[in-house]
């Protein structure tokens, strides 16, 4: 026996509720509708984005998560608790890039998370060992010198950069990725579908509906 189930769901909007019909499916006779899980939308995408973390390939190492700002962090945050609960990276760093992005402050976030204080006299020291007496600070060139040293240490890294909106070089931070470092993933979110197409040249782009 073949029938068909409709499935309704209650959305809440301010104090009024509407019904809204969800999905068709085709059920065959004699299956345990109490047993029956049906995945939504939302589902699916949060499976998608652990798939792409998962995945061990230097061609998927950037993924973009492209939809509104809620909507992306929401999904970004569930990644990282989930990546978390699976042991899935040695370290997850995460920061926000915002419309004029600040490399030094970026790099700072990035290296405490790590366990490297640019603020440390020894790294600046190591930074300019070669320049005996010079005492100035550390250069943004030599901070990404460092992070990218320190970042291969880890043999699994997530580094989660919020609010893109346009090209950064990753490179000029001290993010190491694909050949130079396959067990780096790099997690972008942003509002727009060129920036991470086009600019940022993500290796797998998910979009988010707001629905």
């Not at 301010?14 to 969800?22: A, N, R, S």
């Not at 100035?136 to 291969?152: G, Y």
Request: some cysteine; charged content about 30%.
């Amino acid at each position: 026996m073949k029938f068909k189930l409709s499935l309704w769901c209650n959305v809440g909007r301010k104090k009024q509720k509407e019904k809204k019909k969800y999905t068709y499916i085709e059920l065959q006779g004699g299956m345990d509708l109490g047993d029956m899980y049906i995945p939504s939308t939302d589902d699916k995408v949060k499976q998608q984005i652990m798939d792409a973390l998962r995945v061990r390939d230097q061609g998927e190492n950037i993924i973009g998560l492209c939809g509104s700002v809620k909507r992306v962090e929401h999904f970004a945050k569930t990644a990282i608790r989930r990546a978390e609960r699976d042991q899935l990276f040695q370290k997850i760093v995460t920061t926000n890039v915002t419309k004029k992005p600040d490399i030094t402050k970026i790099q700072t976030q990035i290296g405490e998370t790590i366990g490297l204080n640019f603020d440390d006299k020894g790294v600046v020291v190591k930074s300019t060992w070669w320049k005996f007496g010079n005492n100035k600070r550390i250069t943004t060139a030599e901070r990404a010198t460092l992070l990218c040293a320190k970042m291969k240490e880890l043999q699994t890294v997530l580094v989660v950069l919020y609010d893109v909106h346009g090209k950064l070089d990753l490179g000029e931070i001290g993010i190491p990725f694909g050949d130079d470092h396959n067990g780096c993933k790099i997690l972008l979110t942003s509002t727009s579908v060129e920036v991470l197409s086009e600019q940022m040249k993500v290796h797998k782009l998910i979009e988010i509906s707001e629905t």
